[in-house]
């Protein structure tokens, strides 16, 4: 439906065949179209694709993650020389997936292999199951790793002062003199230290 302004109408009299009314209609102007790119994020992952088609990012302090798109199924394996428990850090890595809907609740459970967690998720053919397990787990990673650095680095400097003391904080040998009795703890109390617990 044509709107009013843009319909031409033309008038002419005539005196042998009267008034000769003429409509034209306006002409359609060049329509631009212009689409916008699809937003997107380029993230970065220590990320190795294996033979078996399983994808295993290394970078988690404390475990490697590995997807299996095959079996849909993620797992978590203890790096070989963790300095903590990463127990905790596993249950808080598979409760933001539950949170997220990524994957079955239920399914969490421990692996075959010790200290591992796997679980599994679901089949959906409208979105793309790999982009998106990726994604958040990416994210879970940004926002672990700096509060997880920080608790690390810490443990780290309490073994470092109790293994290399600074000057201000260590005595050299013999600077203390050596009494028979020290401190509050009475001697005599911890004789018997053994025999608390048979009574």
Known sequence: MNKLDEVKIKIEEDDANGIKISVKKSEPEDIKVSVKPEPYETIKLDIRKTLDNNYIIYDHPLFDIVVNPDKKRISTFVKRYSKTDPYPHQDVFFDYLVRKGLIIPD?????????????????????????????????????????????????????????????????????????????????FYTQYYGLLYRI
């Open 107 to 187: 399914s969490v459970k421990g692996g075959n292999i010790f200290g591992s967690l796997e679980a599994t998720y679901p089949a959906n053919k409208k979105v793309d199951l790999l982009k998106g397990l990726l994604f958040s787990i990416y994210l879970f990673l940004v926002d672990e790793l700096e509060s997880l650095r920080i608790a690390l680095d810490y443990e780290q400097d309490v073994d470092d002062s109790l293994t290399e003391p600074s000057q201000e904080d260590s005595t050299e040998y013999g600077e203390v003199p050596q009494k028979k009795r020290k401190g509050t703890m009475d001697p």
